[in-house]
């Protein structure tokens, strides 16, 4: 085991978790501890199962391929564009989304407007 790379995180309620505790986990020598986020298939997984922390992770990333692409844009044809949009943006963004499924929409609307932001780089405008 590499305690390095492991992480443990506690889900329940926000009652559950303050009333019983986070204890760290030791397994022979080495000692894991608990974390409120941990990082599952690419994924960041918060103690009370909400994904907001992945979202805003995943669209700050796709903000900043936005803006390299966007400075880049005058040198690309549409078809380019449109391919390295759907490579480094799109791919993340859909990269289990069907997790999102029953989540706020204050959580949701923040993929919208990196997608939204995504066409308007394709079609070079604001």
């Known amino acids: 085991m590499n305690s390095d790379k492991s992480e443990v995180i506690w889900v329940g309620s926000r009652r559950t978790i303050s009333t019983h505790g986070c204890p760290a986990i030791r397994i022979e020598r080495d000692t894991v501890s608990v974390t409120n986020k ?7 997984i918060s103690t009370n199962l909400m994904f907001d922390q992945h979202v805003t992770s995943v669209s700050g990333q796709s903000y900043y391929q936005l803006r390299q692409l966007r400075s880049v844009r005058q040198s690309l044809d549409t078809e ?4 390295l949009i759907r490579t480094f943006v799109s791919s993340r963004v859909d990269y289990c989304c069907s997790l999102l499924i029953g989540s706020p929409r204050s959580v949701t609307d923040k993929l919208q407007r990196v997608l939204n932001e995504a066409a308007c780089v394709i079609t070079n405008t604001n």
């Not at 941990?38 to 960041?44: C, D, I, N, Y």
């Not at 380019?80 to 391919?83: C, E, H, I, V, Y």
């Open 80 to 83: 380019s564009t449109t391919m």
């Open 38 to 44: 941990a990082r599952l298939l690419g994924v960041l």
